[in-house]
């Protein structure tokens, strides 16, 4: 048993091992996006194939580990347990096939495997998750901004309601839907509550068509339907661009940026010291005892044999 044990430890650590499996779980997520469109009886023989190979593998790591607790406490076992698991349940176990195919589309998942196989991706994901604490503050001073500009733009720029308008008042908020180019006829209010207000600023943010937006309401302050200035839609709708784009988003580009730097010197220094350690060990390995002992000598001792030859 031992023997066993043995083998599949050093099977689990090969490296031509782990890069074959990393090369099963790029066909596998291939052929799983081909199967959900286009079912071939070839595919599918495949994919058993596959789902073997991953059972073995589940397998070795599993007889590889010391012991239970140690197996089950790393995550990426009981991740690709759980996924072999789901490859083995039987189709005959659900009445909707598309149940058991959204469940088996489920096992490209282990794609993120990939995020441990490569020092790149690892290093990439150590950035976000360094970045998540000052990400958080970020976002909450961007929708700090977002509500703000969000009330603003309800009190001001909010179109009334036709049912309460009648006479001339209606004429023109008719005009207004016939003359402007993307008019709210066929679209919400973009200011007509908190919730639109902040979703029409997200789409500002993204260049989406936003100056139609403020042609939209100069038209509407010149119809005299809202009571706004011109110069002050524009310079809202050009502050909240400037401020969003240039300043808010480029605080979350540069805290990645800043961590991605500390990650990488932190990267260096494991290396200078795993340099510096390898050459104290050969220093300490250097003195040996006169007539050809492998003993290592104390300083002081190498000394004495120096001088006495």
């Not at 074959?20 to 052929?31: A, H």
């Not at 199967?35 to 599993?62: G, K, P, S, W």
């Not at 994901?125 to 961007?142: A, E, G, P, Q, R």
Request: charged letters at 20%.
């Amino acid at each position: 048993m031992s023997r066993i044990k043995e083998l599949s430890a050093a099977l689990a650590n090969d490296k031509i091992f782990d890069v074959f499996i990393t090369v099963v779980i790029l066909v596998n997520s291939f052929l799983i996006g081909v199967q959900t469109t286009v079912y071939n009886h070839t595919v599918e023989l495949i994919q058993h194939a596959i789902l073997y190979i991953f059972t073995f593998e589940i397998v070795v790591r599993f007889i590889a580990a010391k012991d239970l607790k140690s197996f089950f406490t790393d995550g990426w076992n009981v991740f690709d347990l759980i996924l072999v698991l789901i490859g083995w349940i039987p189709a005959s176990l659900f009445d909707s096939a598309s149940t058991l195919m959204a469940l088996r589309v489920l096992r490209v998942f282990r794609i993120l495997r990939l995020l441990r196989t490569a020092k790149e991706i690892k290093l990439i994901v150590s950035v976000l998750i360094k970045s998540m604490k000052s990400m958080v503050y970020n976002c909450m001073l961007f929708m700090i901004f977002v509500y703000l500009y969000a009330v603003a733009g309800v009190s001001m720029f909010r179109l009334p309601d036709p049912a309460s308008l009648s006479g001339e008042k209606l004429q023109q908020y008719e005009m207004l839907m016939e003359k402007a180019p993307h008019s709210p006829a066929n679209s919400p209010d973009p200011f007509g509550s908190i919730g639109e207000g902040i979703f029409t600023l997200f789409r500002a943010l993204t260049g989406e068509d936003w100056t139609d937006l403020r042609y939209n309401l100069i038209t509407a302050s010149e119809m005299n339907v809202v009571h706004i200035n011109p110069t002050v839609i524009t310079c809202f709708f050009v502050s909240w661009f400037c401020i969003a784009a240039f300043l808010l988003l480029n605080l979350v580009t540069g805290a990645v940026i800043n961590n991605y730097q500390v990650a990488i010197q932190e990267v260096e220094d494991r290396k200078q010291r795993k340099t510096k350690a390898a050459g104290a060990d050969g220093e300490c390995g250097g003195s040996v005892a006169p007539g050809g002992s492998d003993t290592p000598l104390e300083p002081g001792f190498a000394m004495n044999a120096e001088r006495t030859e």
